[in-house]
């Protein structure tokens, strides 16, 4: 058995499914879990390997940073933001922007105004929302998965952008971390670096080129089949 950890936002549908293929006799078990509370899971042993939104503290841990994520502002639809493409976080001076307390973003400057409060979580914070109360700036894949009917989000060029990354504790890397790496790092099966290359013993032999038979007298035997030449009349 093998537990991946994941944040809400990331999918691990497709490294699961290379997982499944690869080893069949090795379930893989999903546990989600706060962005917050993921490098805990991972220091207690609650989970092998894990996805999670950097920075982290890393003490501990060994780090593979996979991707970047856009930051979007989500806005009610009928709002002014929702009339452009992308905008800038100057655009947003004016106006009041929630900071949840589980924000995955590292901002060294918030944009706009502190809302009057801050909610526990990002979807509390999509809810006031759309309660029309203030604006949520939030990595592109946690728009999508609080989505609703009544919000939309636009790019934010200049904002802090969030990474994310896969973890796992340095003193607990098993071989079937290393797997799970491979699997993420796009190895094949046969990979040098993966865990089980064939071997040797699997390759088909080599035919050896045979010698050929000498007879006796030190010379060459006569394939069968030849006639000897006798000798020529003088």
Known sequence: ??????????????????????????????????????????????????????????????????????????????????????????????DEVFHPLDDTIDWTARPGLPAFSRPPTTADAVELVAAGTGLLLVPQSLARLHHRRDLTYRPVTDAPQSQVA??????????????FIGVVRGRTVNSSRGRTPAS????????????PVQNGSGRRAVPAGRKKKGNRPR
């Open 200 to 211: 040797s013993a699997e390759k088909p032999a080599q035919r050896q080129p045979q010698k």
């Open 166 to 179: 896969l973890a796992w504790p340095t003193d607990a890397t098993t071989d079937l971390v290393e797997d």
């Open 1 to 94: 058995m093998f537990r991946l950890a994941y944040v809400p936002g990331v999918t691990p549908a497709k490294w699961v499914n290379v997982w499944t293929e690869r080893m069949p006799s090795v379930p893989i078990i999903l546990v989600e879990v706060a962005a917050a509370e993921v490098v805990r899971l991972l220091r207690d042993g609650g989970a092998d390997a894990g996805f999670v939104r950097l920075p982290v503290d890393r003490d501990g841990l060994s780090v593979i940073p996979l991707y970047v994520e856009t930051t979007v502002v989500v806005v009610p639809k009928d709002h002014a933001v929702a009339a452009a493409d992308e905008v800038t976080t100057a655009d947003l001076t004016d």
